[in-house]
């Protein structure tokens, strides 16, 4: 129900348990067989050929990377099937230059690498300390590009420009020095690659290095030391022998200890390491970068209820932490497991010149700009109006242009275009050129942009763009030619109203590339509704969520997407709808959307309605199942979780439990089971420690109790999501799942 962990690789092996799932008089489908006939396998293989569609689009998959000086930005431009090569492009004048012609580019790189390279893909580019040249890595090697010559050379693992690439590298930003992730610890080494200091990890008490840990002097750098010691631990076996080896996870469950945080600072000029005494009370801690002199550095608590936010500045020569802000919401929370994996570093922005800061916060009801001053004084409200302000992407070096992620058009709530503002207040004027899902890359100077872009019909494109406007500069296009060619790929819109009759909902539709609207389809509700997550697309490929609900498409169902209320990235009452009691009002928001959808489409049969999800979808595939088990007659819940799981997945959105014990036991799964009615299959990893495998051990339990017949497939060594042929197996168990007891169109 989080974001992935990375657990250890255990041996692919995948044991199938049916507990006697109970038989219709009259199948709709094929009865379960080892293997799949002929034209059955001809279907999966087609559903697997569309959640892998991303493949078929030839794109840049570089993000593109901005020099220090001169407004100028290197980027990978492919140019058909087997061209592209790294182009700098001048902003100032729209010149676009190849590095390297695409046939130079291919011919040195198979020489370095001894065999025939026709058409490489890269992921990732970095800039060499000197910013003389790029550096990138082609089947595992790495190569450096200076920005004149054309020259490509191999470069050795250690060299200083090779670590550049690598996450357990963190170059200065000046001065050369290198700081190095280690197991368990941390090492810092000057310019002259001799180590300044090193610290070792301990059991259960870990060194880790945030994202922009340096400050811009490449003087300090700041670590955590993340204490687990008191942190429930979680089991897992591993099963790959017939001697089981059981290791342990820390994993804060609701109630439970949470980790504890502690900042330090690192002296490169005298190899101290200084703690920093943290704030009191059980807190989620979070670094939020250094102000632009480097005078400070900034941190973000959210309380354990994460109804309180505070902003703090530590000094670093003196390690003394001044309280600078407070955010708090007593009737609801400030900011939920959004925030805690990644949304922490859009929340501040330190203004240059000691300014102060802009805040964002959703007090007035939607999410928007404050401005405060140095001592945490609020100035004013920056930005206002009914919709939300998503990033503070840029502030202009002088004057008071600022540039806003936001979504101020009405007819499209979820899309994210770009605007500029003024930090003295007033109206955006927006400055995307096209609809869908924008993000914007500005350059140092604050004067140029690029501008990455697309939407549910243009794929993907970026465009170099002056702040004052004018013209715009392609630099990359997608090719998606052989995506169109597939057919069948676009989503078709819904708009709904939720449970309570009145709040409008947005959700998508998918159908079978062969879709006969004279047949009659059963429907699958593929559905996530976690509260920290919008899964329907605005975007042209859009998210693994409508990945997977295309592919379903394709075994003969149609598939809605939906969101319900409770979700981010709309109004804070929209999100509220559901706080302090999740699973009460999702489901009847997808079944009331359901039969809205198939009231102007006959060819929709809510008579066989599937529901499937993975982690919070396992959760609500469980909850719809149990609470509508006379509208959803199958459902396949993969990895799920529970309302005791992790406590920043949970105690945000319900409360903390000995507050709100009504909230936790209404939404609690396991005292429905004596309600389920249709055909329910569970899948979940051995080694899930997002959403552990209790979870569904617990609910056959209580199915088991309650003389319900359910289906359960365990995966064996694999994590919350399976990989490699383990994931292509439960996918294709979906599929067959879902063609067994639902059938195909009539």
């Not at 067989?33 to 794109?59: I, M």
């Not at 007819?411 to 869908?436: C, D, H, V």
Request: charged share 25%; aromatic share 8%.
């Amino acid at each position: 129900m989080q974001l992935l962990r990375h657990g250890d690789d255990f041996l692919a092996l995948v044991l199938t348990m049916l507990t006697g799932a109970p038989v219709l008089a009259d199948p709709p489908g094929p009865v379960f067989a080892p293997v799949p006939d002929a034209s059955t396998q001809a279907k999966l293989d087609l559903a697997d050929r569309y959640l892998r569609r991303v493949e078929l689009v030839r794109d840049s998959l570089v993000p593109p990377r901005w020099l220090r000086e001169g407004d100028r930005v290197v980027f990978w431009a492919r140019e058909g099937k087997d061209g592209g090569t790294w182009v700098l492009a001048h902003a100032r004048t729209g010149e676009l230059e190849p590095l390297v012609s695409g046939e130079a580019l291919r011919s040195q790189l198979s020489a370095l690498l001894g065999k025939p390279v026709t058409a490489p893909r890269f992921h990732d580019v970095a800039l060499a300390p000197d910013e003389q040249g790029i550096v990138f890595q082609l089947d595992g090697k790495t190569f450096g590009l200076g920005l004149s010559g054309g020259k490509v050379t191999r470069l050795s693992p250690q060299d200083r420009a090779a670590l550049t690439l690598s996450r357990e590298h963190v170059l200065a930003p000046r001065g050369g020095a290198l700081a190095v992730r280690k197991e368990g610890g941390f090492a810092v080494l000057g310019a002259d690659g001799a180590t300044v200091v090193e610290r070792q990890g301990e059991e259960r008490l870990d060194w880790r290095i945030p994202e922009r840990a340096w400050s811009p002097d490449g003087r300090y750098l700041v670590v955590w030391r993340e204490d687990t010691r008191a942190v429930h631990q979680v089991p897992v076996v591993d099963y790959a022998t017939a001697l089981e080896k059981v290791t342990t996870v820390p994993y804060a469950k609701v109630g439970t200890p949470l980790p504890r945080s502690e900042l330090h600072l690192v002296d490169v000029t005298t190899g101290s390491v200084t703690r920093v005494a943290p704030v009191e009370g059980e807190t989620y801690d979070f670094f939020a970068g250094w102000n632009p002199e480097g005078t400070e550095a900034l941190c973000l608590h959210l309380s354990r209820d994460a109804k309180r936010l505070d902003l703090t500045a530590v000094t670093p020569g003196s390690a003394q932490r001044r309280h600078v802000l407070r955010e708090e919401r007593p009737e609801t929370f400030v900011a939920g497991l959004d925030f805690a994996v990644g949304g922490f570093e859009q929340q501040v922005t330190a203004l240059p010149s000691g300014r102060g800061y802009l805040w964002m916060s959703e007090r007035d009801g939607w999410r928007h700009v404050y401005a405060y001053d140095r001592a945490g004084k609020l100035v004013r409200q920056v930005t206002q109006g009914a919709f939300p302000v998503h990033q503070v992407v840029s502030v202009a070096p002088t004057g008071d242009a600022l540039y806003v992620l936001a979504s101020a058009d009405s007819g499209a709530p979820y899309e994210q275009l770009i605007y500029r503002g003024s930090l003295k207040g007033g109206a955006l004027t927006r400055l995307s050129s096209g609809s869908g899902m924008h993000r914007m890359t500005p350059s140092p100077s604050g004067q140029y942009y690029v501008d990455t872009w697309s939407s549910r019909t243009q794929p993907r494109v970026r465009e170099l763009v002056s702040v004052k406007g004018g013209r715009r500069v392609r630099l990359t296009t997608s090719d998606a030619s052989e995506l169109e060619a597939l057919g069948g790929t676009k989503p078709e819109p819904l708009l709904v109203k939720a449970a309570d009759g009145v709040t409008p909902l947005h959700g998508v539709l998918y159908k079978p590339r062969d879709f006969d609207p004279k047949k009659r389809y059963p429907v699958i509700a593929h559905i996530y509704a976690g509260p920290f997550l919008s899964v329907v697309p605005w975007s042209y490929i859009g998210n693994h969520e409508s990945l997977t609900a295309s592919a379903l498409a394709q075994l003969g169902f149609v598939v809605v997407l939906l969101d319900p209320r409770g979700g981010p990235g709309r109004s804070k009452a929209f999100q509220d709808a559901n706080h302090g009691r999740v699973g009460q009002t999702e489901i009847p928001d997808y079944v009331t959307g359901l039969e809205q959808a198939a009231s102007t489409r006959p060819w929709m049969d809510l008579e066989r309605v599937g529901l499937h999800g993975a982690s919070w979808g396992g959760y609500f595939t469980l909850r719809g199942m149990l609470t509508a088990p006379d509208f959803f007659k199958a459902g396949y819940a993969v990895a799920p979780g529970a309302l005791e799981e992790e406590a920043i997945i949970n105690e945000p959105y319900l409360g903390l439990r000995d507050q709100n014990p009504q909230g936790y036991a209404a939404g609690d799964n396991l005292a429905l089971a004596h309600q389920l009615k249709g055909q329910l299959k569970l899948m979940h990893g051995t080694s899930d420690v997002n959403a552990t495998l209790s979870v569904t051990m617990r609910m056959a339990d209580a199915l088991i109790k309650a003389g319900k017949r359910f289906e359960l497939l365990l995966m064996p060594g694999e994590p919350h999501s399976p990989r490699g042929a383990a994931s292509r197996y439960s996918r294709d168990d979906v599929g067959l799942f879902f063609l067994r007891t639902l059938g195909e169109p009539r």
